[in-house]
Structures are given as structure tokens and as C-alpha cells.
């Protein structure tokens, strides 16, 4: 297998998608790179960051629709042709842009299997960019996944690498029911996301986490780009005898809770590390989540690593600030593990 970009993974769920069932049809802002614009006369580029390079010219404009900027507008087509038979992968550019077409991803799609009486399917895909480190400033840096999670008849997913990106969006694609598909936009070419990824199709159920380090001492539970923070972190602890269970959930939507239960109960301590919310956000679910089922296995307080609760800021080193780091993680860790992370003796009793 060669091993493809984050970015590469993406580009390959779509078109092999596209290739197999002809109802699949993407549409959003952009698509299609400027195909058809003054003097523009091939695609060029496919969306602002290339994932949809090529579409327009292997299958037309029918199924490949660029659209002015009207979140609204192409979302409502969209979820309209998602209940009328097709698979149409929508792209919200930045998930920012919510605000634009939030009622239909709160009131009409998620809703339509239940207030049908289950005879309605949606099988409505929404791609759309998280994240900050890239100086976009406050509207276009968020990671909104919480939001998305609380909305009962949505599925969300988060993958962390190529490999998990292709196989969850040929499964989100596949799938009867309305997902939000997030990317974060640090992944496209981060090392660390790239792997070996198959040349053909392959989907992975939802609701399974990966475990990507184990361990005995402590459970850390992370997403998107903060779990390749959090891996990279425990590899340090690892060699200060250190070792951690490294869980990235993969979807929040359905949640892997018995795979974090498992491992908190196994470990007895837990952190967990989110780009989201730092009030009512992902970390704070999980957290819940374990207090409220396996509470006496806890040998430390849970420990949460997320921003602060403000705006991202567009100033690079005040983002950088922002954004929960590797150093926060392993502070986070000596803390149930009852070592000060100032001396990295243990703490006083």
C-alpha cells in the first residue's frame, strides 16, 4: 500500500464514491475549482484547499455543482435531494459558516426519520473544515463538533488520519442518515496524518475507536489534531516510565463509550484533550461520561485540556497560546499520576 496525505484520503472516499453509485453528487462554494469562470477554462483548483480537484472534469457539472456563497441555498437543495433518493456530499467550507444554514441541520434533516415514523431516510453528507493554528482568525478557526454532537439524529465524525478519513467518508457517504464530516485543517499535510492507505474502497463503522497507543497508567482520550498531540506526548512520558492508553474516539456521534470505560477502569485515571468548547464541549461529555458509570475506578481527579473559553485569536503567537499543546498534556498527566509537573517528583501528600 502507498501511504497517502490526509488530503489524498479524502479526495479518493469522494471520487471512488462518485465512481460507484451515481446518486452521489457533491455541491457547495467552489467546488469545482472556478471551472467555467472568465478565462478560466479547466479546473484548477477544487475547493480552497484541493479536495475536490478533477470532480468537475470526470463528472460534469450535474454532479459536481458549484454555488454562489449561500450556505442556506445549497444546503436546502441538498437535504431535498438527500430525501429524495440521491447522496449528496454538501461542503460547508468552514463550520464556522453553521450560522448561515443551522436550521436545517437542527430542525429538518435530523429530524425526518423520527417524525416519519422511520420510513424517511436522509443520506445527507456534510464536509466541513475545524480548527485553528492557521491564523483564519475567530470565524473561521472554531471546532464546533460538541455542537454538532448534541443534536439528536446527527452523526459526526472526526477522523485523525488518512487512513481513517477515507474509510469513514465512504461510510458516511454509504451511510441512510445525515453525518457531519469534520476535517481539521491542519491534518491535509501534516506528516503525522499521512499512512498507508488501500487503493480500494473500504468503509469503517462508526461508533468504533481506535486505540493508538496502550498503556497502564493513564487514559488519555483525544480528536482530530490534538490526538496527534496527544500521541506524540505519551511517547515522551513513555520513556520517563509513563505509559497511556491513547484513544481517539474517531466519532462522537455514535460515541465508543465502552472502549474509554474499558480503558479508564484498566488505568484509573483519565485526560482528555479537545480543541472544542471549554465550557459544554466533547471533553466534558467524556467526562460525564466516566464520572458517571465507573466513578469508583478513579484513583485521581479527571483532568480536561482545552482552550480558554474566548474567541481564537488571529495573532499566530497568541493562537498558538490557545491552542492545548504538548506540555499541557504531560502537566496533565503527572497530575493523576501525583507528580508535580515543576519537579516531576512525586507531590507532596
Known amino acids: 500500500m502507498a501511504e497517502k496525505s490526509y488530503r489524498q484520503g479524502i479526495a479518493e472516499a469522494l471520487r471512488a464514491e462518485m465512481q460507484r453509485d451515481e446518486n452521489v453528487f457533491v455541491i457547495g462554494t467552489d467546488v469545482s475549482g472556478g471551472k467555467g469562470c472568465p478565462g478560466q477554462t479547466t479546473d484548477v483548483a477544487g475547493g480552497v484547499l484541493g479536495i475536490t480537484k478533477g470532480l468537475a472534469l470526470e463528472f460534469g457539472d450535474e454532479r459536481v455543482i458549484d454555488t454562489p456563497i449561500a450556505e442556506m441555498g445549497y444546503m436546502g437543495i441538498a437535504a431535498g435531494a438527500a430525501a429524495s433518493g440521491m447522496r449528496p456530499v454538501a461542503e460547508l467550507m468552514f463550520n ?5 444554514c443551522f ?6 434533516v435530523p429530524k425526518f426519520r423520527y417524525m416519519f415514523g422511520g420510513k424517511a431516510v436522509t443520506p445527507l453528507t456534510v464536509r466541513t473544515m475545524i480548527g485553528a493554528g492557521a491564523s483564519a482568525a475567530a470565524q473561521h478557526s472554531q471546532s464546533l463538533h460538541a455542537m454538532f454532537t448534541s443534536i439528536p439524529g ?5 477522523p485523525s488520519n488518512a487512513y481513517d478519513a477515507k474509510g469513514l467518508l465512504i461510510q458516511s457517504i454509504r451511510d441512510d442518515d445525515p453525518v457531519v464530516f469534520m476535517e481539521h485543517k491542519a491534518l491535509y499535510d501534516l506528516p503525522s496524518a499521512a499512512c498507508e492507505v488501500p487503493d480500494e474502497a473500504y468503509a469503517i463503522p462508526f461508533g468504533e475507536a481506535n486505540f493508538l497507543m496502550e498503556g497502564e497508567h493513564v487514559t488519555i482520550v483525544a480528536l482530530g489534531l490534538m490526538a496527534h498531540v496527544a500521541l ?18 474517531r466519532t ?11 480503558s479508564v477502569e484498566s488505568t484509573g485515571r483519565l485526560v482528555i484533550v479537545d480543541e472544542g468548547a ?8 467524556v467526562a460525564a461520561l466516566v464520572a458517571q458509570n465507573v466513578f469508583g475506578a478513579l484513583k485521581a481527579p479527571i483532568k480536561l485540556v482545552t482552550p480558554p473559553h474566548c474567541p481564537t485569536p488571529f495573532s499566530s503567537p497568541l493562537e498558538q497560546a490557545w491552542l492545548p499543546g504538548g506540555e499541557q498534556v504531560a502537566a496533565a498527566v503527572m497530575e493523576v499520576m501525583g507528580i508535580d509537573p515543576a519537579s516531576a517528583a512525586p507531590a507532596a501528600a
Open 278 to 285: 471549554a465550557r459544554c464541549g466533547f471533553a466534558h461529555d
Open 103 to 108: 436550521d436545517i441541520l437542527l430542525n429538518q
Open 252 to 262: 462522537t456521534s455514535p460515541l465508543d463509550e465502552e472502549s474509554i470505560l474499558e
Open 154 to 158: 446527527l452523526k459526526v465524525v472526526v
Open 232 to 249: 506524540g506526548t505519551a511517547a515522551e512520558l513513555a520513556k520517563k516510565g509513563i505509559t497511556c492508553d491513547v484513544i481517539d474516539p
Open 96 to 100: 464556522d459558516f453553521i450560522g448561515s
